[in-house]
């Protein structure tokens, strides 16, 4: 038996790096996968997994309605909710730097992002008698860093936050919310960002006491164990996946 038998899971930025990862790990693991995202590549990742492919924008709340019912008219019904769409542009950096359109850019999809897929998705998880959310935050969550990403920052704390009140606000109700906060991963989105700049990349290792980072694997493992009944005394956590990052002091040699 797998461990996401009988589950329908609908996993947002299913396009490429995490969330591709997300939907062939889940449907290893015996879940019907929805695979949404803006991005031309989920048709790939759906027909691979044999999983539905929605393009959703998930800044957008029609958007947002139009992929859950997607999903339910196609499998019945919704058990785990993968909010993992997210952005980091180049031009998110520090306060000072940072205009005005950069930031509500990322705040859009980072945030309301989350936002818009828990209020529309959490009724569905109702009609099942309950299921499981995992909001995708980060590290940076809790650590602050001079090399700074100012409104991709605030936005992680944001989904932190509001993972947390919906855990509690809903656990009688049989949901569980956590915050998978993952440490810094080997993502086409991150190679973008640091270009070919290998003084970059050094600039954030010397603090990983592992010493590299993460493949996205290592993180889907994580939301796997949240996504199924295993976790099931786990809410509202703040599930910290980075190599150790957050418990550094001083890293080895």
């Not at 329908?8 to 879940?31: D, K, N, P, S």
């Not at 306060?95 to 850019?105: C, K, Q, V």
């Not at 605030?154 to 993952?182: D, H, M, T």
């Amino acid at each position: 038996m797998g461990r996401l038998d009988g589950k329908v899971a609908v996993i947002t930025g299913a396009g490429g790096g995490m969330g591709a990862e997300a939907a062939r790990v889940f449907t290893a693991e015996g879940a019907r996968v929805v695979c949404a995202d803006v991005a031309d590549s989920v048709d790939a990742v759906a027909s691979e997994v044999g999983g539905l492919a929605v393009r959703a924008d998930v800044s957008d709340e029609g958007s947002v309605r139009a992929m859950y019912e997607a999903a339910a008219r196609e499998f019945g019904g919704i058990d785990v909710l993968y909010n993992n769409a997210g952005i980091s542009p180049a031009d998110d950096g520090g306060i000072l730097e940072t205009e005005l359109p950069a930031w509500e850019r990322v705040q859009a999809v980072n945030t309301r992002g989350v936002f818009l897929c828990c209020k529309h998705g959490i009724p569905y998880l109702l009609e099942r008698g309950g299921g499981s959310i995992i909001n995708v935050a980060s590290f940076v969550a809790l650590l602050g860093a001079a090399t700074s990403q100012i409104s991709y920052t605030a936005s992680k704390g944001a989904v932190l936050a509001l993972s947390r009140e919906l855990a509690v606000q809903f656990a009688r109700q049989g949901i569980r919310v956590n915050a998978l906060c993952p440490g810094t991963v080997e993502t086409p989105l991150l190679k973008q960002i640091w270009g070919d700049d290998p003084k970059a990349a050094q600039r954030r290792l010397v603090h990983i006491p592992i010493g590299r980072l993460a493949q996205p694997r290592e993180i889907v493992n994580a939301a796997l164990f949240l996504a199924s009944d295993e976790s099931s005394y786990v809410n509202g956590a703040t599930f910290v996946v980075d190599g150790g990052v957050t418990a550094a002091y001083v890293t080895p040699e």
